[in-house]
Every structure is written in C-alpha cells, then in structure tokens.
C-alpha cells in the first residue's frame, strides 16, 4: 500500500509576504468593499463611492513606500524548481521593474478615477459597478509587473482586461455595446493565441516559472525547437494586442471614442503599461535565449506600429465629431511603436538594464501627459463627441485649461517647453544607436517629425481666433447647474463660463503639475534609466 502522508508537512506551508503584495491587495480589497457599500449607500450619497475609490488608490501607491528600498522582496515561491536561481522560483517579486509599472498602473488608475467623478454624474452612470471595475482592473494591472510565472501573468493580464469590457459598455448610447464588442472580441482573440503559445512554450520547457522557462528552452531537444519558437511567437502576439501594436491595432479609435472618456484615457495608459510589463517580463527573461529573434520580431513591430499610428492621424479630420479622441487614439498607437524601441533594443542587449528603463521611463512621461490631454478633452467637450476644431479660440475662453492641452501637446511631440517628453524620446532614440540599430533610430526620427504636424496644428486651434458660433460641444458644467450651456447643441462661445468641477480642476492641476516639475528636473523619472530592474 502506498503511503500518501508527505514527510514534512510544513514544508507544504509558506508564509506569505502581506507588505510585497499590498500594492494589488489594497485595490482588490476595495474593489470588494466598494461593490457592498453600494449596496446599503442612499443614492444621494453615491458620491462617496468615488472619493472612496480614489482613497484607496491613493493608499496602494503609499504601499510602494516600504517596498523601494533593500533588496526584491518574493512570496508564492516553488521549491526545487529546476533552473532557478534566487527569486526565480516565485510567483510574485515585488523588484524596481514591478514597482515603476505598479506606480504607473495605480498612478495612472488614480488620475482616471478622479477624471471620472465628474463623468459618472453627468453620463448617469451606475457608481458602484463604475468603481468596482476600475478598482478591479486596477488590481490586475498592478499585479502583472509583479507577476513572474506564464499563469499568473495570464490571470494578471485577464483581471485587468475583463473589467475594462465592461467599463466601455456602461456608456448607453449604443456606442458604447459597439465599442466594447470590438474590443472584446479582438481581445478574446488575442489572448486564445497566447494561451495556445504558451501551451506550446510549457510543453517544450517543462515549467511556468519565467526563468525556469528559460532554461527549459535552452536546453530543450531539437525535436521540440520548433514548437517552442512558434510558442515564443503566438505569446508575443498575444501581449502585442494588449499594447495596441500594428497589426493588432484596429480596435483602438472605435473602442476610444465609444468609451466614456476616462476610461479611453485609463485603457490608453493603464491598460497598454500592463501588456508593455507583460511583453517586458516574457522576452526578457522567458524568451532569454531566443534574444535576437524577437529582437528582430519587435524592432519590426515598433517601426511598423509608429508609423501607422502617425499616418492614422495624419488622415483624421479636425472637424468631424469624436476627431479630438481618434487623434489621441491614434497617437497612442505612435506612441506604442516608441515604447516597444526600448524592448527590441534589449533583444541586442540582453545584458544590460538600460533599454528596458527607457521603456519604464517612457511610460511614466506618456502616462501623465496623454491622461491629462484627456483630461482637458473631458473638460472642454461634452461625452467624447468634440472635435478638434472645437478647441478653436479656448485660450480666449480658459486659459488656464488652453495653456495645460498646449503644454500636453508639446510634451509629446517632444518640444521645448516640453522638457521631459523631449528627454523621453532622446532616451529610447539613445536605446536603439546603442543597440545599434541604426535603421530604427532613423524611422523613429521620421516619425518624430511627422508626429509634429497634428500636434502643432491643435496647439495652433488653441489660439486661433474664435468662430462666431461655435460647435455644437459645449463645455463641461457643474453637476445640477442650469444654463445655455447645459443644453446640447449650445454654443461652447456663447454666455459666461462656468467653472471646472473639482474633480477636473484636480485632474488638470495634478497632471499638468507633474509635467511641468519633470520638465523643469528631468533627472527625477530620468532615474529609472540606471535603476536595476531586475
């Protein structure tokens, strides 16, 4: 008779590190807590949810604190996994890597939930579920950095993305079903393919574990070479979709424009820095020994990808309804093509940290200045039917809220006075000479160039004289205000202006601040260049 009574039973029981994971715990318990107070709250006090929602973010980047200083702290760690080397038995490693893309994930949630306080109200939005799933991908985006085996990244990357659907779809004015379908299933797609490439990537490595993988692939048989390199392959195709790179890139405008505009801007940053962090995590240290191949693979991908999202917006026009959000859609596909730089430049650089803190450091600038130009679309148009054409004469009409879509422009075209999103692009422009790929350097600078004609041509709107009648997107009012301008269809030039709430005021004066003090002292994200990420 077999005995099945294990030798030493505590070596079954492992304590888990609650400071480590505290960033992602702190979002999910309030995911939770929000979703029963909702429950029980008056409806007259439905606003709390989101101030509770903000509060617990707030508290999660707090968390990070303890974590910034000593050596990676690791919990949900194997014993004995074959090929692994300090932390590469574990699950979840809280290092400087998970850490910049955790600031980034709930930094950046942070901003949307404050962007949408306002949007709930006016839109008619169902508040708990609203914040419930904010909170909850929030919480998926913030595990995912951390995340350091091929399961957990997919639950990671699926918690983020399944709350997301639902967030496009609680706008009802039947764009928003469209737009979550589209986004939807082009999701639903792109994750099949990566589960069947990593199917593919485990059966050939023998392990999940991220660098166990490595080893596996190292030393896996002829006869499996070519199993594991299509794996390699369909995994990379399926995070490539979650960073909105070309050819995975069609449902970005629709689903943008569809969504209500916080959420377009938390999926323009918070969801494409999750699948940058996944992408990062499984080339770099799974994909390790097939570094030249899906260096080659990304620096394509990124030339590509730059340059259709560039003529994408190229070809919008500035007087259709929705133009202002497909051009931001558009130019978040550009700007994805100069965040995967830094990745493929590390495929040619497997040993040196640099290229991948290009791409952290990339991502914080995009992050805070692409959310507070939604921002200012927030604040100017109503829903996200404005086009850009009314902007024209804002500088006239809010100055304040000109000069900050001014200064967010200028940041990421790369162009004094903004400082840091020029250092931005000299830092991945520097990560692909050193790699020396010259030739992506050069397509890079190309489009740098093109980029700067939409994004000069909207900063020009802002001062233009303004039209006698304007557009029929009137600004933004306060909640329960009546007036001319709570009407749709009323001029947006026509009676006095009416004050931000308090909930875009913060917005606007939280992001514009962050550009401006990086701006003026660079070496603060710049840092994140010589960090060890791992």
């Not at 190292?218 to 390199?229: C, D, F, G, I, S």
């Not at 290009?358 to 130009?373: K, P, Q």
Request: aromatic letters at 8%.
């Amino acid at each position: 008779m077999t005995s099945l009574a294990v030798a030493n039973p505590g070596s079954l029981i492992q304590s888990v590190d609650w400071v480590a994971i505290a960033p992602p715990l702190i979002a999910a318990l309030a995911a939770l807590a929000v979703l029963v107070t909702d429950l029980f709250l008056p409806a007259r006090h439905k606003r709390w949810l989101g101030r509770l929602t903000a509060a617990a973010l707030a508290l999660a980047i707090v968390s990070l604190l303890p974590l910034t200083g000593g050596s990676p702290r690791a919990t949900f760690c194997a014993q004995n996994v074959t090929g692994a080397t300090d932390n590469a038995g574990c699950s979840y490693v809280a290092d400087h890597f998970a850490l910049v893309f955790q600031l980034l994930a709930l930094g950046g949630a942070l901003i949307a939930a404050l962007l949408s306080a306002h949007t709930v109200e006016r839109e008619e939005l169902p508040g708990g579920e609203y914040w419930f799933l904010l909170l909850s991908s929030a919480t998926g985006a913030a595990l995912l950095p951390a995340s350091r085996d091929l399961a957990t990244l997919v639950i990671a990357l699926e918690v983020a993305s399944l709350p997301a659907f639902a967030l496009v779809a609680l706008r009802r004015d039947g764009r928003g079903a469209e737009a979550a379908l589209k986004f939807f299933l082009s999701s639903v797609t792109a994750t099949a393919v990566m589960l069947l490439g990593i199917g593919f990537v485990y059966a050939a490595s023998g392990s999940l574990h991220l660098g166990a993988v490595a080893t596996g692939l190292e030393h896996a048989p002829a006869q499996l070479k070519p199993l594991a390199e299509a794996g390699a392959v369909l995994t990379l195709a399926g995070f490539a979709f979650k960073v909105a790179a070309v050819p995975f890139h069609f449902w970005v405008p629709d689903t943008y424009t569809g969504a209500p505009l916080p959420v377009a801007g938390y999926l323009s940053v918070v969801g494409k820095a999750a699948g940058l962090a996944g992408l990062a995590l499984v080339t770099t240290i799974a994909f390790r020994p097939y570094a030249h191949t899906w260096g080659l693979v990304l620096a394509v991908l990124a030339a590509v990808t730059m340059t259709v999202g560039n003529a994408g917006a190229l070809r919008q026009r500035f007087d259709t309804r929705y133009s202002a959000v497909r051009l931001l859609a558009w130019s978040s596909v550009g700007q994805a093509g100069y965040l995967l730089v830094p990745l493929a430049a590390a495929g040619y650089a497997p040993t040196t940290t640099d290229p991948l803190g290009a791409t952290a450091a990339y991502a914080l600038i995009y992050g805070v200045v692409n959310l507070g130009a939604f921002g200012v679309v927030a604040a100017v148009g109503r829903r996200s039917e404005a086009g850009v054409d009314d902007f024209r004469g804002l500088f006239a009409r809010r100055r304040w809220t000109a000069l900050a879509l001014a200064f967010f422009l200028l940041c990421l075209a790369g162009l004094p006075p903004g400082v840091i999103g020029l250092f931005g692009k000299v830092v991945v422009f520097r990560a692909a000479v050193d790699a020396g790929l010259g030739w992506l350097a050069v397509v890079m600078a190309v489009n740098v160039v093109v980029a700067l004609y939409y994004y000069l041509r909207w900063t020009a709107v802002l001062f233009a004289p303004a039209p006698e009648t304007a557009p029929a997107a009137a600004p933004v009012t306060v909640p329960g205000a009546e007036g001319e301008g709570d009407r749709p269809g009323a001029a947006a030039g026509t009676g006095p202006e009416r004050r931000l709430p308090v909930s875009l005021t913060a917005t606007l004066g939280l992001t514009a601040s962050v550009a401006v003090v990086l701006s003026a002292a660079p070496q603060l994200v710049l840092q994140v260049v010589g960090g060890s990420l791992f």
